[in-house]
């Protein structure tokens, strides 16, 4: 099976500075990760995925990355806003044509100062 | 564009009811899925599917049933409710295994 964890349960930043998130996994293979926001009340939106292809993917303001060697992936967040304030779950899964479910983390709780 | 519906939104049980919670799609996804969310414990799956006809266990399964009839709709049952079911409920559902998963807003269930 696959655990995935996260390095920390609460993250604090000031508005403008950047975030960084971090996740580790315990499968070598999984090969498909994804980052979801979720805000109170709400459930879980995606932000962004990565295949194991990779080792960086670019969104609008998020960058994650990808380390298979260490089986770790890291959420960048640039310029990090209020509206940014949520908890951020990583998962990880395979792709190999089988019903390999993504696995969640605890979650890392974002607080973005004003 | 409705995406992942779930109902009802909240709900109040006594030990050993029982109730259905509903999920619906409207993306025409094959896969779906059921989750549990306690504090601190992160997204836990409990059951999901693979296509319509078809239901597999979760990491959570015990005290719960399901079932996918219609594409579109994933019903998870609890036949005698416990306190230790008192959660915030997720459904979900995607294309594939590795594609990104759409969420209702959770059903908010608390077992007296």
């Known amino acids: 099976g696959e655990s995935v964890g996260l390095h920390l349960p609460t993250l604090s930043v000031q508005e403008g500075d950047n975030s960084i998130i971090n996740c580790a996994y315990s499968?070598?293979?999984?090969?498909?990760f994804i980052w979801y926001k979720q805000e109170s009340g709400k459930g879980p939106q995606f932000i962004i995925d990565?295949?194991?292809?990779?080792d960086k993917r670019q969104g609008q303001r998020v960058t994650v990355l990808l380390n298979k060697t260490v089986k770790h992936l890291s959420l960048q967040i640039a310029a990090t806003q209020p509206g940014d304030s949520a908890v951020y779950f990583c998962?990880?899964?395979?792709?190999?044509?089988?019903?390999?479910?993504?696995?969640f983390g605890r979650g890392t709780s974002l607080i973005v100062h004003p | 564009n409705a995406g992942v519906t779930q109902t009802p939104k909240f709900r109040v049980l006594k030990t050993g009811q029982s109730m259905t919670l509903l999920c619906a799609q409207d993306?025409?996804?094959?896969?779906m899925y059921w989750y549990r969310q306690d504090p601190g414990m992160g997204l836990r799956l409990i059951h999901y599917?693979?296509?319509?006809?078809?239901?597999a266990k979760g990491e959570v399964p015990d005290g719960y049933n399901v079932s996918r009839l219609k594409k579109q709709n994933f019903l998870l049952g609890l036949e005698s409710a416990a306190p230790s079911q008192t959660s915030v409920y997720f459904c979900?559902?995607?294309?594939?295994?590795?594609?990104?998963?759409?969420f209702g807003d959770g059903t908010r269930l608390s077992i007296l």
């Open positions: 990565i295949r194991s292809n990779m």
């Open positions: 993306m025409n996804h094959e896969y």
């Open positions: 499968n070598s293979a999984s090969d498909y």
């Open positions: 599917s693979v296509g319509e006809g078809t239901t």
């Open positions: 998962a990880a899964g395979g792709a190999s044509g089988g019903s390999y479910i993504p696995t």
């Open positions: 979900a559902s995607s294309w594939t295994s590795n594609q990104p998963q759409h």
